[in-house]
């Protein structure tokens, strides 16, 4: 955080490094009265904070599910509450909170996560509709983000054997960061970054039983490299691991963060559509096996 602050002041531009715990309300709020005194009035707020469990869920205990989706999904309610509470006086300003493609569809081992931002966007889709009624001149947006190359791929839990890795195509950090400043900026409802999240939020609108089979085949491996796990690997789920050393924004995923076009992604292109057609087969068959059970189950109720 102090070296982000750093960079912003070599700009020419003021900063204030304010760690915050943005699963307390209280803290959340302190802390943007803190900028307001100090650096003026928030024009733009970005929700962004996350941690989660790499685990089945089977396996994640329950105080740290529920810390994973206080950070993820109740710091982005208090981070907007407390932003709001500036901007409604002056009725303007701009709140940006960050999404995924797992707003849209649930993946195997991110069920704290996935779980989060699913209720992110139900939030924001709720809070916007009440500042549209109010006709409210502060703008709401969310960006969607793509796998992103950060280093929480080395903090988060993990209770897998193996460490994990974003699903590829990967992305740089700086691209989202561009997506989050335009959206702030021109204030539209709603971003999805990437070719293949795109490609992913459609299908799971149109054919999510597809989109589920799908995440079951490829999405669990796809999760994991081959390295084992480190058993003694920092763990940010309840206190920073970066409060000595700032890791920076990158995660340790260079060489395939080049987004869509990466020549590794596109060489699995191929079997990743064979995957998308075993989804759709296996798709079709639960559809038939279901109305073999309900014609069945008719029948049944008939002869009785």
Not at 60 to 75: K, Q
Not at 132 to 159: E, G, Y
Request: proline share 7%; net charge neutral.
């Amino acid at each position: 955080m102090q070296a982000c602050a750093k960079e912003i002041e070599a700009t020419g531009r003021r900063a204030l490094a304010c760690p915050v715990d943005v699963a307390d309300a209280g803290a959340v709020d302190a802390a943007a009265l803190r900028v307001e005194s100090e650096l003026g009035p928030i024009d733009v707020w970005v929700n962004d904070a996350m941690t989660t469990v790499f685990s089945t869920f089977a396996e994640i205990e329950p105080d740290d599910f529920r810390r994973a989706v206080e950070v993820t999904f109740l710091g982005q309610v208090w981070g907007t509450r407390a932003a709001l509470e500036r901007m409604r006086p002056r009725n303007r300003g701009a709140i940006v909170n960050v999404g995924s493609a797992l707003a849209f569809t649930g993946i195997p081992l991110q069920s704290p996560y996935c779980a989060s931002k699913f209720a992110c966007r139900g939030f924001f889709e709720s809070l916007r509709a009440e500042l549209l009624h109010d006709r409210s001149k502060i703008r709401l947006s969310m960006v969607h983000l793509p796998a992103v190359n950060t280093p929480q791929f080395d903090w988060c839990k993990n209770t897998t054997d193996r460490r994990p890795q974003p699903v590829p195509p990967i992305y740089q950090p700086e691209i989202a960061a561009q997506f989050i400043v335009d959206v702030a900026i021109d204030g539209r409802r709603a971003k999805v970054v990437g070719s293949w999240n795109k490609l992913l939020v459609a299908a799971a609108s149109v054919a999510p039983a597809v989109v589920n089979q799908f995440a079951a085949i490829g999405a669990w491996e796809a999760q994991l490299t081959a390295d084992p796990a480190e058993p003694n690997a920092p763990v940010n789920l309840y206190e920073p691991v970066d409060d000595v050393s700032d890791f920076g924004a990158r995660g340790r995923f260079d060489d395939l963060a080049g987004g869509f076009l990466t020549p590794d992604y596109l060489q699995t292109l191929p079997d990743t559509a064979a995957k998308a057609a075993r989804a759709s087969l296996r798709s079709l068959a639960e559809k038939v096996r279901w109305r073999a059970r309900r014609l069945w189950a008719t029948a049944r109720h008939r002869r009785a």
